[in-house]
């Protein structure tokens, strides 16, 4: 008689498994899903969020024409800085930033290029000052991001500087 009762416990133990299985793959993908699409959502606004305020804050300032031309050329490409940084160990170390200077809503491409060279002599002190150890994480790429948003908004003025976009960041 124990027989029967150990199969029926085998099959009803076989029974449960296979809903918890298909259980545990429908929340396993649902969350997949949900990260996937999450994330491709949320890279799409920020991409076309991101090129329909650059092209419609200059057609906003400039509206005696030439806005679509200054719409393209929203951003301002810096060429790549290289910089030495501040090591403990006396040894040589060097930083190479590339980035680009995204205008506000009261600045144009061309005003922040013409206060360029004010900029970037504002960030050279900054960027030389930085170690080795103050690279590492994710998080040093928007601390650098938030201290040259303030220094360019020191110098260009308030409103003139929307974001800084960092292209490369490279430690040799």
């Known amino acids: 008689m124990s027989s029967p009762e150990i199969v029926e416990e ?23 899903g949900v990260l996937l699409l999450s994330g491709g959502g949320g890279a799409a606004m920020m991409l076309s969020g991101g090129s329909a ?44 930033l590339h980035f680009m ?18 900029i970037l002599d504002a ?9 080795p150890e103050d690279l590492a994480g994710s998080a040093a790429v928007f601390r650098i991001k938030e201290e040259m948003l303030v220094r360019a908004t020191d110098v260009a003025g308030p409103g003139m500087v929307k974001d800084i976009l960092i292209q490369d960041l490279v430690q040799q």
């Open 10 to 32: 085998g099959a009803e133990g076989a029974k449960p498994a296979a809903p918890k299985s298909k259980k545990k793959l429908l929340i396993i993908g649902a969350a997949a």
């Open 101 to 118: 200077i995204v205008p506000g809503a009261k600045g144009t491409p061309e005003s922040i290029q013409e206060k360029l060279p004010l």
């Open 53 to 96: 305020k650059a092209e419609t804050a200059p057609e906003a300032e400039s509206g005696h024409g030439g806005g679509e031309a200054e719409g393209k050329d929203a951003f301002v490409d810096v060429p790549a800085m290289v910089v030495n940084l501040r090591s403990p160990d006396g040894a040589s170390r060097f930083l190479k």
């Open 123 to 131: 960030y050279q002190p900054f960027l030389r000052e930085l170690r």
